[in-house]
Nanobody
Framework: HVQLVESGGGLVQAGGSLRLSCAAS????????MGWFRQAPGKEREFVAT????????YYADSVKGRFAISRGNAKNPVYLQMNSLKPEDTAVYYC???????????????????WGQGTQVTVSS
């Protein structure tokens, strides 16, 4: 049973930074593509960033390109999201996600991810 737990969210002023972590248990995800998604109140969950198993391929939503950076970690914390130059429109619950099949391609599609965390709140004040 795979469990993902996000941490690192909080309240920050516009222009500030946060680093999100994703802790994994139940199986190692070091060979699995992982991603970050977010959901603002009243909106659909949207793609933020994804990284392949080796870390050699990353892909970002246009809205965060140049400000956010996704990176691989270790077996216990397989993925991070560094968020810089935060804007009020970045306010959302952020979710960590993982593909079940190893060595998969990076993807912005929610349906390509099989495991999800419960989310961590990020609030950016103006």
């Amino acid at each position: 049973h795979v469990q993902l737990v996000e941490s690192g969210g909080g309240l920050v002023q516009a222009g500030g930074s946060l680093r999100l972590s994703c802790a994994a248990s139940g199986r190692t995800l070091s060979r699995n593509t992982m991603g970050w998604f977010r959901q603002a109140p009243g909106k659909e969950r949207e793609f933020v960033a994804t990284i392949n198993w080796s870390g050699g391929s990353t892909y970002y939503a246009d809205s965060v390109k140049g400000r956010f950076a996704i990176s691989r970690g270790n077996a216990k914390n397989p993925v991070y999201l560094q968020m810089n130059s935060l804007k009020p429109e970045d306010t959302a619950v952020y979710y960590c996600a993982a593909q079940e099949r190893p060595f998969g391609y990076t993807s912005y599609a929610k349906n390509d991810y099989n495991y999800w965390g419960q989310g961590t709140q990020v609030t950016v004040s103006s």
